[in-house]
Nanobody, 124 residues
């Protein structure tokens, strides 16, 4: 049984930083893709970033390039999303998801497993 558990979301001021974690069980990072998505109230779910378990290739949405960094620790079976220079428009529930794929992508419907999400609020 695959389980994804996100953590690290909280209230942060604009310009601040947060690190989100996605701990996976029942899913080996070496053999799939982990993606981070976010959904703000009244908006569609948006692909933020993803990382391949094979070669470590990554994807970033244009809105977060240069500010967010995705990484993985295969020994801990955990993927991280380091978020810097946060903006109010980054406020959303952040979800991690897993897909048995080799190529990074940000298509929500292609992901097989989802976590429950963690709330990130950027506000002064």
């Amino acid at each position: 049984q695959v389980q994804l558990v996100e953590s690290g979301g909280t209230l942060v001021q604009p310009g601040g930083s947060l690190r989100l974690s996605c701990a996976a069980s029942g899913f080996t990072l070496d053999f799939g893709v982990i993606g981070w998505f976010r959904q703000a109230p009244g908006k569609e779910r948006e692909g933020v970033s993803s990382i391949s378990g094979g070669d470590g290739s990554t994807y970033y949405a244009d809105s977060v390039k240069g500010r967010f960094t995705i990484s993985r620790d295969n020994a801990k079976n955990t993927v991280y999303l380091q978020m810097n220079s946060l903006k109010p428009e980054d406020t959303a529930i952040y979800y991690c998801a897993a897909d048995h794929a080799w190529i990074v992508h940000a298509v929500p419907d292609e992901y097989d497993y989802w976590g429950q999400g963690t709330q990130v609020t950027v506000s002064s």
